[in-house]
């Protein structure tokens, strides 16, 4: 589904002496089963702006639709749903869990959906087999290598099967082996029909053949957009 942005402003502190507007006005579209890259420098608002697309924050005036919903002025309660059940979410240092092990992490974003125990027990099973991890199932996350927990990650983000994955900065921890392996991840990803949003300030990142749009942004505006 296409998502659309039209004038999207987020403020902080707003109405305060330290009121900052991180994003200024973006007006743009992300088209379905397609691998579009935020760059930009740490504080460019690329971040903010993925965050209000995965129905994290609120922004603080403007549209966003996903499909031909609006989903900038739902409910909280309505945000949740349809945050759980349409994204998929890799975050910069993989937020998997200590103390459980790598099959609880992947099961974590899908209780809530409440569905029958062995069913997610083999969602969870079929993810680690498909990413080759089915080895490391019971292992303590801390146990993994940077690779290693950054497939858990994924694994983690499709166990409801999103049609959109969103990756904020998802190799700033990585060496570059790693970075092109989770490239390659990524294009397998979007060739099984995901759409994939992607933050990054990397070169094998926002370089990558896998990438077909890379949208430049600087101080909450869109500088450049090629792809």
Same mark, same amino acid.
């Given at each position: 589904?296409?998502?659309?942005?039209?004038? $999207?402003?987020?403020?902080?502190?707003?109405?305060?002496?330290?009121? @900052?507007?991180?994003?200024?006005?973006?007006?743009? *579209?992300?088209?379905?089963?397609?691998?579009?890259?935020?760059?930009?420098?740490?504080?460019?608002?690329?971040?903010?702006?993925?965050?209000?697309?995965?129905?994290?924050?609120?922004?603080?005036?403007? #549209?966003?639709?996903?499909?031909?919903?609006? $989903?900038?002025?739902?409910?909280?309660?309505?945000?949740?749903?349809?945050?759980?059940? /349409?994204?998929? @979410?890799?975050?910069?240092? @993989?937020?998997?869990?200590?103390?459980?092990?790598?099959?609880?992490?992947?099961?974590?974003?899908?209780?809530?959906?409440?569905?029958?125990?062995?069913?997610?027990?083999?969602?969870?099973?079929?993810?680690?087999?498909?990413?080759?991890?089915?080895?490391?199932?019971?292992?303590?996350?801390?146990?993994?290598?940077?690779?290693?927990?950054? #497939?858990?990650?994924?694994?983690?983000?499709? $166990?409801? *099967?999103?049609?959109?994955? $969103?990756?904020?900065?998802?190799?700033?921890?990585?060496?570059?082996?790693?970075?092109?392996?989770?490239?390659?991840?990524?294009?397998?990803?979007?060739?099984?029909?995901?759409?994939?949003?992607? /933050?990054?300030?990397?070169?094998?990142?926002?370089?990558?053949?896998?990438? *077909?749009?890379?949208?430049?942004?600087?101080?909450?505006?869109?500088? /450049? *957009?090629?792809?």
């Amino acid at each position: 589904m296409t998502i659309q942005l039209t004038n $999207i402003k987020k403020a902080y502190n707003q109405g305060k002496p330290n009121e @900052f507007w991180a994003i200024q006005g973006v007006s743009i *579209d992300f088209e379905p089963n397609r691998v579009s890259c935020l760059k930009g420098a740490s504080g460019s608002g690329k971040t903010t702006l993925l965050s209000m697309i995965g129905c994290l924050t609120r922004p603080t005036s403007g #549209r966003i639709l996903l499909g031909d919903r609006v $989903i900038s002025s739902l409910p909280e309660r309505f945000l949740t749903e349809v945050r759980r059940h /349409t994204f998929g @979410f890799i975050f910069q240092r @993989f937020n998997l869990i200590p103390g459980l092990s790598v099959l609880e992490n992947i099961m974590l974003p899908a209780y809530p959906l409440g569905l029958p125990y062995t069913q997610l027990i083999a969602s969870a099973k079929r993810l680690l087999k498909e990413f080759n991890l089915s080895a490391k199932a019971d292992n303590p996350v801390e146990w993994l290598s940077g690779g290693e927990a950054q #497939r858990v990650a994924i694994c983690r983000a499709l $166990i409801n *099967d999103p049609q959109i994955v $969103i990756a904020d900065e998802p190799t700033a921890n990585l060496d570059s082996k790693l970075s092109y392996e989770f490239m390659g991840l990524i294009d397998e990803l979007q060739q099984s029909g995901k759409t994939i949003l992607l /933050t990054s300030h990397d070169s094998a990142v926002y370089d990558s053949v896998v990438v *077909d749009r890379v949208v430049e942004m600087r101080d909450g505006i869109v500088l /450049t *957009d090629a792809g």
